[in-house]
């Protein structure tokens, strides 16, 4: 199966030959490297920019104005925090010019911790994303959302933050991307670039299928009826696994994949904490002014008479970074261990 | 009132430009400066919150917008204003009633329905991009559309404006950078309008550069700067300029100097400063000396303007102001 | 008595006398201007600098590195948002280096809406900054409080955010600041810039006395026991309005000016809701990702079992901006009916 | 280890720095190569999780820190660096073992506690404002140092180095705007160390600048390009613009041409590449040539120093990692 760069290389393979996307760029984004994490590998519509957040997010605002659909990538999301001024106005242009004009764009990042990033390879963006007006985000946790998820981002007509969680872009996928061949041997053949001189290598794209993951719509993918997990991106498959390890001890959580960020699928988390009264929202941001937060309060606004026990988040320390060490990556973010406490403990508090 | 109409179609004796083409330009910039006027005035009377304008870069604006390709998509030129820009709109033929509404913040504001503050002109139609509040963030923007038009050929343009105390940010060196590169020049005019204010602030101790448009000789960007209170020197500079850019697909850098005759804004009280250079005033002079127009025909039209946008500021004083559900209008577009 | 401007430049005065503040500076800080709301006319130490945000708050953290106790002003706080990642290393600067460095550095900004500031003189920054971790974040909603605060922050040796609530900053308080005359209008005389040429003039400092309000202790402005409203800034005075309306009517209501953002005095207000079991955050943020569902968090963590009522928040709309047109305004920022309804509401409300 | 030694006292006899410099620019040099290698080692062999650092740029940064004025506060040197800097830090005097701990993120790492990644180096007893790795900030930072050291007088001055890639920046930009402002010209040398690339990009698609240096030129401040490859060319230039920046209180913008001998970090190999100018080797053919040292005695020096760093490379593997509740420590700074 593809991992999530390869995921997210094929939709935009897709996407340049059937969305309308003509520029995919920014830092290293073409070749020979072909991004950082190499999902924009072998791609026609790529190209380098100079080492210049402010100009990619601007260009990719005015290339969307002149309705290129641009796909733009900021290497890490710890270096976009200088556009956020920009990523304002992408977020407020529709509504500033009273609909008249619109910004069909695709900001990609990648977000979080799990590869050893230390202070400025860590950083989360869900906190600050969600609270700019105007756009949507989206975030998957696995190659096959990915893909559909970039596909729909392709096809929007506003702004749209695609968040990669880079622990899970090496990461296979348990399910076939429409049209990716059989063995993966054989897709990284076709689509991986070699080590070496790359100047005349050509990928062999495998025949791709549209599939969407409509923005907005997330997932159950552990049902369970008496804890209701939501999460996204990194901490999604440890929330899978702590439920499984509580189903084995007897206890049944159902775990959500938000997928969608803004606008989220509030009637699928309702649903959920309605059947279990009880809620743990997880994601490794800095706790403090925190996109769980809001959840959190839309939890307790909303159904504060129907839960068995306090909503409860599990996110990042509130830190000035994430340390390079070991111990200190591990203290201050959720680990798997962590989340199954998290669990236990909700499912078993009582007044 | 939609197109500036010429006056007179014989030819002006001792004046450089067509007599046609002075006549045109003097229209269109007495029009804007009488729009500017009405709307301190408007702001002084209590009909809107807050005025910010261009009076005193007519000069330079309306030759601009003369000579700018109108049109909505890529064979046209794009236009990344700042808030200064009343007359380059009037120029590509704007009824000057929407600005009058933007700055009532009426319902019918036709850039912003009523949300934004005057002059935050947006016409999609004609490839204006919204101009927004943050200083110099079109410099950042406006490579974009150049390069749309890059690749897509023709000899639509971009044109970006902002003004000099704003060239200290970051994302006038980014328009540079973005502008030059050997991989991919653009076909940009980049325009700096230089009042020698930033608000309360004068350039004198803060610009190293001796002049703004210095800066993009290092890009080996063609670069000039010119007397913008001048409409003939506007005229054939930006003339030169936009032909360089529309058939070479280069970039250019031109610095104007122009005037901010009313002060910063109303925050800073809109009213008329004596001691700078009046280019209006000027080129009257001028157009009387080289018989082009008489004093009687120059104030005829002035009456003219300031009647008609009198009576334009009346009907507006009646339409109506948003209503409170609308803040939830247009936060998403749709499809189509 | 002295509004909150006056109130602000009189602590600055004392501060570059006494305090050892040797720049305040921003756009327009200087002569001839003094600021665009005037809280820094007549000093000794203002500059103006470019109009670069970037530069000032970077400036100003090199200041801080050198020791001059930098007070920077971003002169609205629409305009801070380009320099994010700056204050994050200003933010982060003392942990990254394991406690080498230390920033002791102001910077003040206007925040939030009430003067018809349309879509970009209407920000608050309450939600942005309080996720940035390793300030200190104050905000003041009465000239006294704004005198101690600043002094308090031209003291400390971190960075401190100043959060200026723009509607109030013309609003004159209720006590007198140690050392203002007894007369506002000879105050007025002594330290307002005239009209006209200020070319000769000069201030004439009335004998300020130094006045702390520690950072990170909140107010009780109203006693009461059913219900408890925490805010700051703008809409402080509006909720201790509402709750004297409401005490009329029978119902008592204890108001809370948080006046730290962070770090915040939570005994304060833990002891408040303890004791009413209802609590109302009021901010005029955007309400997505927002810095009182952060507080509410906190209190559902920690007093789920002792609420009456589900904790509410009233915050902004989550629209791209404040629009113009005074219906706009007030359809996207609380305003005192929406207080004193939610507090009614809240007071009221039973299972 | 503190100090590097002078071999020998006798005159170079072709070489046209004083023979004694040569030799302790040489030592330096070694040292800071020989620092690099076995951070990449330690990298290799899993005793560390990043590299990055400046192996190529040490005939540049070698008479950087040998010119600079070492000490606290305001009458010294500020270095405001990025992350390829190891060599002037040695050049201060600084021990290597220090960059071997930040490479293994001990407790004991000097710079950040474990934190922060290799070549992220802070010191403030020395002035050395701590390195983050976003591109470009520290050009924004340091005009706040140089004008504290303006205000206080007396020849302390501040420097800030740099990547070419990153002067894309608006950044690098801000610096210039700063440092030249007619109200207060910064003492402040802006340095651009230009290896011609940012990571896999090569400069000649996206600077349309000919000289970087020329991006100074516009703000009259006095600016050069340089060969940073040859320590005696460095030792020279930096000597008069470092004079100039001492006494004249102005800034100066020097753009070094260097190499980048490993690659970009670790991320992209950290492999030898054989197609860049090795500045040491072409020093020490020099040095052979003119006389001034012998290839044994330069080979002794390196396996001395490779005996060294190996054995503190040992010493720091035993040494302990934070523990995991040290997260908390030093997010405020309380009262002393
Ligand atoms: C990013 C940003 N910072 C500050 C402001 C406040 N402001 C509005 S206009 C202005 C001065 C602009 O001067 P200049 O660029 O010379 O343009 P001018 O108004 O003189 O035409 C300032 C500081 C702003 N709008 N945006
Ligand atoms: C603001 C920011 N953007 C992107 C990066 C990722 N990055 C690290 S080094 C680098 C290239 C830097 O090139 P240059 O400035 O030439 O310095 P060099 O590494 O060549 O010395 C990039 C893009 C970063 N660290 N910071
Ligand atoms: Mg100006
Ligand atoms: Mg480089």
């Given at each position: 199966?593809?991992?999530?760069?390869?995921?997210?290389?094929?939709?935009?393979?897709?996407?340049?030959?059937?969305?309308?996307?003509?520029?995919?760029?920014?830092?290293?984004?073409?070749?020979?490297?072909?991004?950082?994490?190499?999902?924009?590998?072998?791609?026609?519509?790529?190209?380098?920019?100079?080492?210049?957040?402010?100009?990619?997010?601007?260009?990719?605002?005015?290339?969307?104005?002149?309705?290129?659909?641009?796909?733009?990538?900021?290497?890490?999301?710890?270096?976009?925090?200088?556009?956020?001024?920009?990523?304002?106005?992408?977020?407020?242009?529709?509504?500033?010019?009273?609909?008249?004009?619109?910004?069909?764009?695709?900001?990609?990042?990648?977000?979080?911790?799990?590869?050893?990033?230390?202070?400025?390879?860590?950083?989360?963006?869900?906190?600050?994303?969600?609270?700019?007006?105007?756009?949507?985000?989206?975030?998957?946790?696995?190659?096959?959302?990915?893909?559909?998820?970039?596909?729909?981002?392709?096809?929007?007509?506003?702004?749209?933050?695609?968040?990669?969680?880079?622990?899970?872009?090496?990461?296979?996928?348990?399910?076939?991307?429409?049209?990716?061949?059989?063995?993966?041997?054989?897709?990284?053949?076709?689509?991986?670039?070699?080590?070496?001189?790359?100047?005349?290598?050509?990928?062999?794209?495998?025949?791709?299928?549209?599939?969407?993951?409509?923005?907005?719509?997330?997932?159950?993918?552990?049902?369970?009826?008496?804890?209701?997990?939501?999460?996204?991106?990194?901490?999604?498959?440890?929330?899978?696994?702590?439920?499984?390890?509580?189903?084995?001890?007897?206890?049944?959580?159902?775990?959500?994949?938000?997928?969608?960020?803004?606008?989220?699928?509030?009637?699928?988390?309702?649903?959920?904490?309605?059947?279990?009264?009880?809620?743990?929202?997880?994601?490794?941001?800095?706790?403090?002014?925190?996109?769980?937060?809001?959840?959190?309060?839309?939890?307790?606004e909303e159904l504060f008479y129907k839960l068995?026990?306090?909503?409860?988040?599990?996110?990042?320390?509130?830190?000035?970074?994430?340390?390079?060490?070991?111990?200190?990556?591990?203290?201050?973010?959720?680990?798997?261990?962590?989340?199954?406490?998290?669990?236990?403990?909700?499912?078993?508090?009582?007044? | 009132?939609?197109?500036?109409?010429?006056?007179?179609?014989e030819e002006a004796s001792s004046a450089t430009?067509?007599?046609?083409?002075?006549?045109?330009?003097?229209?269109?910039?007495?029009?804007?400066?009488?729009?500017?006027?009405?709307?301190?005035?408007?702001?002084?009377?209590?009909?809107?919150?807050?005025?910010?304008?261009?009076?005193?870069?007519?000069?330079?604006?309306?030759?601009?917008?003369?000579?700018?390709?109108?049109?909505?998509?890529?064979?046209?030129?794009?236009?990344?204003?700042?808030?200064?820009?009343?007359?380059?709109?009037?120029?590509?033929?704007?009824?000057?009633?929407?600005?009058?509404?933007?700055?009532?913040?009426?319902?019918?504001?036709?850039?912003?329905?009523?949300?934004?503050f005057a002059g935050h002109f947006s016409r999609?139609?004609?490839?204006?991009?919204?101009?927004?509040?943050?200083?110099?963030?079109?410099?950042?923007?406006?490579?974009?559309?150049?390069?749309?038009?890059?690749?897509?050929?023709?000899?639509?343009?971009?044109?970006?404006?902002?003004?000099?105390?704003?060239?200290?940010?970051?994302?006038?060196?980014?328009?540079?950078?973005?502008?030059?590169?050997?991989?991919?020049?653009?076909?940009?005019?980049?325009?700096?309008?230089?009042?020698?204010?930033?608000?309360?602030?004068?350039?004198?101790?803060?610009?190293?550069?001796?002049?703004?448009?210095?800066?993009?000789?290092?890009?080996?960007?063609?670069?000039?700067?010119?007397?913008?209170?001048?409409?003939?020197?506007?005229?054939?500079?930006?003339?030169?300029?936009?032909?360089?850019?529309?058939?070479?697909?280069?970039?250019?850098?031109?610095?104007?100097?122009?005037?901010?005759?009313?002060?910063?804004?109303?925050?800073?009280?809109?009213?008329?400063?004596?001691?700078?250079?009046?280019?209006?005033?000027?080129?009257?002079?001028?157009?009387?000396?080289?018989?082009?127009?008489?004093?009687?025909?120059?104030?005829?039209?002035?009456?003219?303007?300031?009647?008609?946008?009198?009576?334009?500021?009346?009907?507006?004083?009646?339409?109506?102001?948003?209503?409170?559900?609308?803040?939830?209008?247009?936060?998403?577009?749709?499809?189509?």
């Amino acid at each position: 199966m593809a991992n999530m760069a390869q995921a997210i290389r094929m939709a935009l393979h897709y996407a340049e030959e059937h969305l309308g996307v003509m520029d995919i760029f920014g830092e290293d984004v073409g070749p020979p490297l072909g991004g950082v994490f190499t999902a924009t590998q072998g791609l026609k519509r790529t190209w380098n920019s100079p080492l210049d957040e402010r100009g990619i997010i601007g260009t990719a605002i005015g290339l969307a104005m002149a309705g290129q659909r641009p796909v733009a990538e900021i290497q890490f999301a710890d270096y976009i925090y200088n556009t956020i001024d920009l990523l304002k106005i992408a977020g407020n242009t529709h509504w500033a010019s009273n609909g008249d004009w619109n910004l069909p764009m695709v900001v990609k990042t990648p977000v979080g911790s799990g590869i050893r990033g230390s202070i400025y390879h860590s950083h989360s963006f869900d906190a600050t994303a969600t609270h700019i007006p105007g756009w949507k985000i989206v975030m998957p946790s696995n190659p096959l959302d990915a893909y559909g998820l970039m596909l729909s981002a392709c096809q929007e007509l506003n702004p749209v933050m695609y968040l990669e969680p880079k622990a899970l872009l090496r990461v296979k996928g348990e399910e076939r991307i429409p049209g990716e061949p059989e063995d993966e041997r054989q897709l990284s053949k076709m689509i991986d670039a070699p080590l070496g001189d790359r100047s005349a290598w050509r990928p062999q794209w495998p025949a791709l299928e549209p599939y969407a993951v409509p923005i907005g719509k997330g997932k159950v993918v552990r049902e369970g009826d008496q804890v209701t997990v939501v999460s996204y991106g990194r901490t999604l498959p440890l929330c899978v696994k702590a439920a499984d390890t509580l189903r084995e001890q007897g206890v049944s959580a159902e775990v959500i994949d938000l997928r969608t960020l803004w606008p989220y699928d509030w009637d699928l988390v309702k649903a959920s904490i309605e059947k279990t009264g009880r809620v743990l929202y997880v994601n490794e941001d800095t706790e403090v002014t925190n996109f769980g937060e809001h959840l959190m309060r839309r939890t307790v606004e909303e159904l504060f008479y129907k839960l068995l026990a306090p909503p409860r988040l599990l996110a990042g320390k509130f830190v000035p970074g994430i340390g390079l060490a070991d111990a200190l990556e591990l203290a201050s973010v959720p680990q798997l261990a962590d989340i199954t406490q998290a669990l236990q403990k909700l499912a078993a508090e009582e007044p | 009132m939609s197109r500036p109409r010429l006056l007179n179609r014989e030819e002006a004796s001792s004046a450089t430009l067509d007599r046609e083409l002075l006549v045109r330009i003097h229209d269109v910039m007495v029009k804007a400066r009488v729009l500017e006027e009405r709307l301190i005035q408007m702001y002084k009377q209590g009909h809107g919150y807050f005025w910010i304008g261009g009076p005193g870069e007519e000069a330079f604006n309306v030759p601009l917008g003369l000579l700018m390709k109108k049109g909505q998509g890529l064979d046209s030129d794009y236009l990344h204003a700042h808030y200064r820009q009343s007359a380059t709109l009037l120029a590509l033929g704007e009824e000057p009633i929407g600005a009058l509404r933007q700055m009532k913040n009426t319902a019918t504001d036709p850039y912003s329905g009523g949300r934004n503050f005057a002059g935050h002109f947006s016409r999609r139609e004609w490839n204006i991009a919204p101009v927004s509040s943050p200083i110099e963030v079109q410099y950042a923007i406006a490579p974009g559309t150049a390069m749309a038009q890059k690749r897509h050929g023709g000899d639509g343009i971009t044109i970006v404006t902002g003004g000099d105390a704003g060239t200290a940010e970051g994302d006038f060196a980014s328009c540079l950078v973005w502008s030059s590169r050997p991989a991919n020049p653009l076909p940009i005019l980049i325009i700096v309008t230089n009042n020698k204010w930033g608000i309360s602030t004068t350039a004198d101790g803060q610009h190293g550069e001796t002049r703004i448009s210095d800066r993009g000789r290092a890009f080996n960007i063609r670069s000039k700067t010119i007397n913008g209170n001048d409409p003939v020197e506007a005229w054939r500079e930006l003339k030169e300029a936009m032909d360089y850019v529309r058939t070479e697909r280069k970039p250019f850098l031109m610095e104007a100097m122009v005037s901010r005759l009313y002060g910063h804004s109303s925050a800073s009280g809109a009213n008329f400063v004596a001691n700078e250079v009046d280019c209006l005033k000027e080129f009257e002079a001028k157009l009387e000396k080289d018989g082009v127009l008489t004093r009687e025909q120059m104030e005829a039209l002035r009456n003219r303007y300031t009647e008609e946008l009198a009576a334009a500021a009346r009907q507006v004083r009646d339409e109506p102001q948003p209503a409170p559900e609308s803040i939830w209008n247009h936060i998403y577009a749709e499809g189509k």
